[in-house]
């Protein structure tokens, strides 16, 4: 990760991609980021949801795109290019980041929390469907790093709690999802920025940026 440097300067204003709900709506804990980061950094901090239907206005001429998403879709693949492409078009001079599941940083906070929870707790990683081979590659290398069971969860809930009732399943999700409403997860959490290691780590990673 680039950080920030030792001498006073400006950093970079921020724009946060993140899927969003139906009609755009965007859950509180990328708020309550936006809001910190701003005031961190001294920077602006803009949002960005793929399920807006009026995208944000540009208030900026320089920014950092940041992809939050945790596996390489078809978002990251298709959609976060096209914002790229946008902004550029808008004479917003672009640097993009590469989606947070990819991050070396944010793979080992994920490592450190699975290899400390599994002290006490037998753990498997709840994750969104993948319909891409580079998310399968994807799921295979986070499968060798972790070394826990990871599975989707439109697998059904019976089939989900038949075959790993002796579990603690994570939500590998950044915000709180309702497919997971219904299923018996670790701590009763939906999503990872529920955990206080997580919220605080990503909201360091982003603060550190130049």
Known sequence: MLQKLDYDFTPTPLRLIVHGSSGGKIPACFYRLVDNLT???????????????????????????????????????????????????????????????SWPVWLSLLMDFVNRESTYNSLALLHHPINTDLGRHYLTYLKY????????????????????????????????????????????????????????????FLSLLP
């Open 39 to 101: 005031d961190l950094r001294g920077a602006p901090t803009e949002i960005e949801a793929l399920t807006m239907d009026i995208k944000p206005a540009i208030d900026v001429d320089t920014t950092w795109v940041v992809p939050l998403f945790l596996f390489p879709g078809k978002h990251v693949c298709n959609d976060v290019p096209k914002i790229i492409n946008r902004l550029n078009h808008q004479g917003v001079k672009t640097q993009a980041l590469p989606f947070l599941g």
């Open 145 to 204: 790093l972790l070394k826990i069971p990871i599975i989707t969860w439109d697998n059904g809930r019976d089939v989900v709690e038949q075959n790993y009732s002796h579990y603690s399943l994570v939500p590998y999700s950044l915000a709180p999802n309702r497919n997971l409403q219904d299923l018996s997860t670790f701590q009763g959490l939906t999503s990872l920025l529920e955990i206080d290691s997580f919220q605080l780590a990503l909201l360091d």
